[in-house]
């Protein structure tokens, strides 16, 4: 290992997936150093560096060879990766932790029997890609209704008839009158790498992160598709 080679790692700077982040990385004796940028940290006592982002912007860094590794809700992962030329990750470990699940919903007042209901309605998502899959594989006919963020609205604005949005306790559907009907995708944290090699150098320090994470209690299991560790 050449003496200044570190590995850099992408994790998102708030959220849900931030402090069991924080925590793993804790957890396995890595001494986050204090820093006065809120988007960067080093660790002391291990070639890794910190690299605070947005969730949805870490397949594209990792991608990209921006940084080497990501922390990753499966959810963003998923939908970034049915666009075309992004099957390019390996999941290094299933972390456990920020488990979610992506789920239709509709206003709690109607009769849900029947996936068929749905045919010709309209379903507000910020997964367009993942749910379009999903009404394939289910054969159902619906009309994908793109919106960023605040998904939740959508059916109080007569702008859809249901919705496709991360489910983690429930309070937010509740809130607004929704209930679930259809789990489309379950969701944790995952250690992604890009699919590309990294350098020998490299290397060795992701070995020996990965045997961190395995032996820690708290830890993520290894994924048994992948190459490494
Ligand atoms: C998600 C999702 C829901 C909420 C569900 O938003 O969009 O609105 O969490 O959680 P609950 O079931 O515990 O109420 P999040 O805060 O993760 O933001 P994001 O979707 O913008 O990343
Ligand atoms: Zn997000």
Do not use: H
Request: proline share 5%; with cysteine; aromatic share 4%.
């Amino acid at each position: 290992m050449s003496a200044n080679e570190r590995l850099t790692l992408a994790v998102q700077r708030k959220g849900r997936l931030n402090e069991g982040s924080i925590d793993l990385l804790q957890s396995c004796g890595l001494k986050l150093k204090p820093s006065k940028s809120t988007l960067f940290c080093t660790v002391d006592n291990f070639p890794l560096d910190i690299l605070l982002v947005r969730d949805d912007d870490i397949p594209v860094l990792v991608k990209d060879g921006l940084c080497d590794l990501g922390i990753v809700g499966e959810n963003v992962l998923n939908e970034q990766s049915n666009q075309p030329n992004q099957a390019a990750f390996n999941i290094l470990r299933f972390l456990g932790f920020a488990q979610c699940r992506l789920s239709i919903a509709c206003p709690k007042e109607i009769n849900f029997t029947n996936i068929n209901q749905l045919a010709n309605s309209r379903i507000a998502t910020s997964y367009p890609n993942i749910l379009k899959n999903y009404l394939n594989t289910i054969n159902v006919p619906a009309k994908i209704v793109p919106i960023s963020g605040s998904v939740e609205i959508a059916p109080r604005l007569k702008m859809s008839e249901a919705i496709c949005d991360l489910v983690s306790t429930g309070r937010t559907l509740a809130e607004n009158d929704l209930k679930e009907i259809l789990i489309v995708l379950q969701s944790q944290a995952v250690l992604v790498q890009a699919k590309r090699k990294l350098p020998p150098s490299k290397m060795t320090i992701l070995e020996m992160l990965l045997n961190k994470i395995q032996d820690n209690a708290k830890g993520g299991m290894p994924n048994e598709n992948c190459l490494l560790g």
